[in-house]
Antibody, heavy 116, light 112 residues
Framework: QVQLRESGPGLVKPSGTLSLSCGVSGASIININWWSWVRQPPGKGLEWMGEIYHSGSTTYNPSLRSRLTMSVDKSNNQFSLHLRSVTAADTAVYYC??????????WGQGTLVTVS | DIVLTQTPLSSPVTLGQPASISCRSSQSLVHSDGNTYLSWLQQRPGQPPRLLIYKISNRFSGVPDRFSGSGAGTDFTLKISRVEAEDVGIYYCMQATQFPWTFGQGTKVEIK
């Protein structure tokens, strides 16, 4: 079974860049079509941020497109997220996830990132 | 963006009784490939979301058969035939037919 684990700083200063990585085990990142990031502000609902294909092709949520970059690191079997110019509104639990069958099949445990 | 509206927002249920959650989409979720990419997720307290149902009615691996999905076009339903204590949590519908993917606002299932 695929397992995903998010890693990165839990605290980011306003106007800084939020950077997270997602390590994948149980599957090769190049054998799975696409990977996603989803975030959830404390006590609130889910927001899809974007997805990246193993080829490196990306699709971003238009609400974040100007600030967001995703990338794949095939050699380390992981993928990453970089969100620039963060504000308190970007405080959330960030989940990395594996796509398939037109849905999100597996989710990481999530990591809380606070902007302060 | 496609808006998904769930009802009810809260559902107190007696153990062993059924529960039903509705998800209505602001536009048809039928993809140009003929599939309808409507999923249901469960989020237990303090846990990440977990996939229950995909493409309207397909149960994901390991999901108990008391969970079932139905619907078409813009109206979808998740049913729990007999609620168990472990079913407490928030349930979300999600569409992956059109970018950006979107989620319903969530329905809280709790035990009476």
């Amino acid at each position: 079974q695929v397992q995903l684990r998010e890693s990165g700083p839990g605290l980011v200063k306003p106007s800084g860049t939020l950077s997270l990585s997602c390590g994948v085990s149980g599957a090769s990142i190049i054998n799975i079509n696409w990977w996603s990031w989803v975030r959830q502000p404390p006590g609130k609902g889910l927001e899809w941020m974007g997805e990246i294909y193993h080829s490196g092709s990306t699709t971003y949520n238009p609400s974040l497109r100007s600030r967001l970059t995703m990338s794949v690191d095939k050699s380390n079997n992981q993928f990453s997220l970089h969100l620039r110019s963060v504000t308190a509104a970007d405080t959330a639990v960030y989940y990395c996830a594996k796509g398939g069958e037109g849905t999100i099949e597996y989710w990481g445990q999530g990591t809380l990132v606070t902007v302060s | 963006d496609i808006v998904l509206t769930q009802t009810p927002l809260s559902s107190p249920v007696t153990l062993g009784q059924p529960a039903s959650i509705s998800c209505r989409s602001s536009q048809s979720l039928v993809h140009s490939d003929g599939n309808t990419y409507l999923s249901w997720l469960q989020q237990r307290p303090g846990q990440p979301p977990r996939l229950l149902i995909y493409k309207i009615s397909n149960r994901f691996s390991g999901v108990p058969d008391r969970f079932s999905g139905s619907g078409a076009g813009t109206d979808f339903t998740l049913k729990i035939s007999r609620v168990e204590a472990e079913d407490v949590g928030i349930y979300y519908c999600m569409q992956a037919t059109q970018f950006p993917w979107t989620f319903g606002q969530g329905t809280k299932v709790e035990i009476k």
